[in-house]
């Protein structure tokens, strides 16, 4: 039980097009799902906490207006890195929360790597 | 403030040998305890936690950490590790009513 999963799992794509990442709980429901951005050889970077049917909140200095997230069912968020510059290569990992733990652990996604040329 | 220390950012050790990779956090409030494992390329897996109870907590893969809450640590131990073993650790503390800070990982390579 509790798998995530990430579409695509690789993107390549042109500087100034936008694109879409989607991160789905396939055996359970989660009102909350984390978009983290990973660097190479370093940590973790939280990005913003997507919450279902509400706003995402994002962590200081990641910009609202470039990464569009939207949490529109229990099952489904989405990540999209809009106007894309090469800046914007990364891993980005999204994981999520089941919603009848109430320790609060989350399941990860595998992860989308993202080339912008 | 809460933060995670991952004392090591490399551990290189030989096929069957034992191994610790240690965690520090500091918190002010009660915390929820994670570790993780990333293989090349994939996302996060969950190895074990610790959320109350007994302190020794046994996970997935022979790993086991003990939770010690006067030393503020997490220490991640196996017995014997493998060769598959060789992969990013990461520590992560969840603070109630908070979120999940990640420590900044230690690779752990395995040598046969």
């Known amino acids: 039980g509790a798998v995530v999963s990430q579409h695509p799992s690789r993107v390549i794509c042109k500087s100034g097009t936008s694109v879409k990442i989607e991160c789905r709980s396939l055996?359970?429901?989660?009102?909350?799902m984390f978009w983290y951005r990973q660097f190479p050889k370093k940590s973790l970077m939280l990005m913003a906490t997507s919450n279902e049917g509400s706003k995402a909140t994002y962590e200081q200095g990641v910009e609202k207006d470039k990464f569009l997230i939207n949490h529109a069912s229990l099952t489904l968020s989405t990540l999209t890195v809009t106007s894309a510059h090469p800046e914007d290569s990364s891993f980005y990992i999204c994981?999520?929360?089941?919603?009848?733990?109430?320790?609060?652990?989350?399941?990860f996604g595998p992860g989308t790597r993202l080339l912008v040329l | 403030a809460q933060s995670v220390t991952q004392l090591d950012s490399q551990v290189p050790v030989f096929e069957e040998a034992p191994v610790e990779l240690r965690c520090n956090y500091s918190?002010?409030?009660?915390?929820?305890l994670f570790w993780y494992v990333q293989y090349p390329n994939q996302g996060l897996q969950l190895l074990l936690k610790?959320?109350?109870?007994?302190?020794l907590v046994k996970g997935i893969n022979g790993f086991e950490a003990e939770f010690n809450k006067s030393q503020t640590s997490f220490h991640l131990r196996k017995p014997s590790v493998h060769i598959s073993d060789t992969a990013e650790y990461f520590c992560?503390?969840?603070?109630?009513?908070?979120?999940?800070?990640f420590g900044a990982g230690t690779r752990l390579t395995v040598k046969p």
């Open positions: 610790y959320l109350s109870g007994s302190t």
């Open positions: 918190s002010s409030v009660s915390v929820y």
């Open positions: 055996d359970f429901q989660a009102t909350t």
């Open positions: 994981s999520a929360r089941d919603r009848r733990e109430y320790q609060e652990t989350q399941y």
């Open positions: 992560a503390v969840k603070p109630r009513n908070n979120d999940m800070r």
